[in-house]
Each structure stands twice: as structure tokens, then as C-alpha cells.
């Protein structure tokens, strides 16, 4: 069966693509699991990857994703220049007294430096779509997204995404970066569904809402009674519920994107089944009990 392809402005790829966050940050996997999760996403269909300059574990491995998706990339057989490449500026990691945490730099020419540095990690000369990260309190949001205009200006970028964005934010970016703008990766899921409102703004707009940590992450304890009615249908269905969470947040618009994070080629095979599976009305209104 072929993978559901949407278009993130005039680029088509896979609705569901391989979150590499898990890959590179604590608790991740060797570097040959690491390599082979990639490869098994890959040949099953997945042409959409989302890595970011901040995925690394410790002090001195910045861009560690970034490098290993090059890796993963060079050694692939298959054909390179359809596999779509996301990437992201603005967050960077601290390791103060050994634990780490996230930081974020949303300064112009820091994102600029980051931007470049992210192309070079890659290997490529342009960027498929560069996010600002997360905005920055201490910096105004139109300077940052006039930092990443001029990485887009530079064709370092050929297009721009923001994430963890408000409307407002959408707004700003949108009023520089014109038709540049193209997607909006937020968090949702059952157990995170402030953003709905941006997943109606985007739709109206004609921009990508592309959905992180879609099955409410692995890095904290869930409440899983909010997956209580995805349980239930994905046992009425025969498969995983984590399939059906997919399908679910894929059922919101001809615009929505999904990416799965996995530390095991089981798990990422598995996802990439969920845009197989059409969802009745019945079923959707059942599900959004959790909203
Ligand atoms: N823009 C941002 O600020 C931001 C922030 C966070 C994340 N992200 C992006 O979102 C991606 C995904 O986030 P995430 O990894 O935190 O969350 P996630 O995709 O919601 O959850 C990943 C967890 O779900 C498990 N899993 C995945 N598919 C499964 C399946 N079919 N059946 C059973 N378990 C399954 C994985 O298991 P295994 O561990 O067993 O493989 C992993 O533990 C990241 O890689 C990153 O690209 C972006």
C-alpha cells in the first residue's frame, strides 16, 4: 500500500514522518539501531524526516540528529532527493550540574548562525523547510522571524515553518515572511489539545499544522485515561491504538501532518500504518470526547 502524500506548501511528502528527537536525546538508542530505525522508515514509504539543531544528550554532540539523518541518508539505497528534511533553529541544550535541560536563543543572528550550521550538518545547500524552534520571551517574535527571513532570503531555507506558535505569532510570521510560511509544527494529542485552535487557524490559511509528540510523548508520565476511546476502537479495529490516535489528528484536515517518534523499527512501522485506516464520523465523534 502507498503512504498518504499532502502538500506542505508546493512540496508533496508523507503525512506521516519520522520524528528524530528520540534518536539523539537521552534514553536513545546505539547509533546502528539509531541508523536502522531510519532506513526501515524509510523503506517502507516514510519521505519526511523532522530533526532539529537542539536534538543531543550532552555538551560537545550539538547537532547530533542532524548528523546521524545525514548519515542515515548517505548510506540509504534508495532515492535520496525524494526524502523531505525538516529541521529547526532557536533551541539549544544546557548540562548544568549534569542535567539537561532546554534553552532557547531566538536572536537574529543567532538563529542565522544556527540556520547555516543546520544546511552544513545536513550536507545540503538549501534547507526543505527550517522552523523557528520555540519562541523566545527575551527576544520580539518579529526580530526572530526577521532572522529567519533573511536565512530564507540567503536560500539557506527554501521555506519557513515556526513552531509552538499562538495565533498572534502566526500572524506576525505570516506579515513578513509572505508566502515563505508554510507550516506550523505545534504539539497535539489526546492528552494536549490547546492547540485545536491553531489547527482550525492553519486550515483556513493554507498552511501545514504539523503535529509533534502525537502520541503524547515518552518523556513524561500520561494520564491514559485520555486514550480510553481510542482503546476502544482500535480493539473493535484489530490494531494498535497508537494507530488510531494517528489516524485521528490525520482526520482533522487535508493539511495535517503527524510525526511519530520511535526508538524501534517496530514502533515507526507500525505508525506508518495509521494512514491507512479511515475513521467512520461515528467513530470521530466518539473520539473527541477527549477534546
Ligand atoms: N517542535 C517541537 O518543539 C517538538 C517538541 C517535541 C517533539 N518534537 C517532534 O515530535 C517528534 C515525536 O515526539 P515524541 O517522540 O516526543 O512523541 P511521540 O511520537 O508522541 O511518542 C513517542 C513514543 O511513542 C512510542 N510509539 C511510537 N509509535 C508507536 C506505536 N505505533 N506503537 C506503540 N508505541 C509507539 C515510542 O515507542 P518506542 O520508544 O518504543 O519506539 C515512543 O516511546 C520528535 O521526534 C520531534 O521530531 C518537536
Known amino acids: 500500500m502507498s503512504a498518504l502524500v499532502r502538500s506542505i506548501g508546493s512540496v508533496s511528502t508523507t503525512a506521516i514522518g519520522l520524528g528524530g528527537m528520540g534518536l539523539s536525546i537521552e534514553k536513545r538508542p546505539s547509533r546502528d539501531i539509531a541508523i536502522s530505525v531510519i532506513h526501515d522508515a524509510l523503506d517502507a514509504g516514510c519521505r519526511h524526516l523532522d530533526t532539529a539543531w537542539a536534538y543531543y544528550m550532552s555538551g560537545g554532540q550539538e547537532q547530533h540528529n542532524e548528523m546521524l539523518i ?3 541518508l548517505e ?9 523531505f528534511v525538516a529541521t529547526k533553529a532557536g533551541h ?3 548540562f548544568t550540574d549534569g542535567v539537561p535541560t532546554w534553552d532557547v536563543n531566538g536572536a537574529p543572528e543567532a538563529l542565522i548562525r544556527y540556520g547555516k550550521q543546520s544546511a552544513q550538518a545536513l550536507g545540503v545547500d538549501a534547507i526543505d ?8 520571551p527575551k527576544v520580539p517574535y518579529n526580530e526572530s522571524i526577521e532572522g529567519m ?27 513578513i515572511l509572505g508566502d515563505a510560511l508554510v507550516a506550523v509544527q505545534n504539539q497535539l494529542s489526546p492528552i494536549y ?18 503535529s509533534w509528540s502525537p502520541l503524547g510523548g515518552f518523556r513524561k508520565p500520561k494520564d491514559e485515561t ?8 482500535a480493539v473493535m479495529r484489530e490494531v494498535g491504538y497508537q ?3 494517528l489516524a485521528w489528528e490525520l482526520a482533522m484536515g487535508e493539511h495535517m501532518f503527524v510525526l511519530p517518534g520511535a526508538h524501534r523499527s517496530q514502533t515507526i512501522l507500525d505508525s506508518m500504518k495509521a494512514d491507512q485506516i479511515t475513521l467512520t464520523e461515528q467513530e470521530i465523534t466518539q473520539l473527541n470526547e477527549v477534546l
Open 70 to 72: 545525514r548519515e542515515a
Open 75 to 83: 548510506s540509504w539505497k534508495g532515492p535520496r532527493e525524494e526524502v
Open 92 to 94: 539549544f541544550r544546557n
Open 129 to 136: 523547510l527550517l522552523y523557528f524552534h520555540r519562541p523566545d
Open 149 to 175: 527571513k533573511a536565512l530564507y532570503d540567503e536560500g539557506v531555507a527554501k521555506k519557513i515553518g515556526i513552531s509552538n506558535a499562538s495565533i498572534e505569532q502566526i500572524d506576525i510570521a505570516r506579515s
Open 193 to 210: 489539545t490547546q492547540s485545536l485552535d491553531t489547527v482550525e487557524y492553519t486550515k483556513k490559511l493554507g498552511l501545514a499544522f504539523v
Open 226 to 233: 485520555k486514550y480510553d476511546a481510542f482503546k476502544r476502537i
Open 243 to 245: 494507530q488510531i490516535v
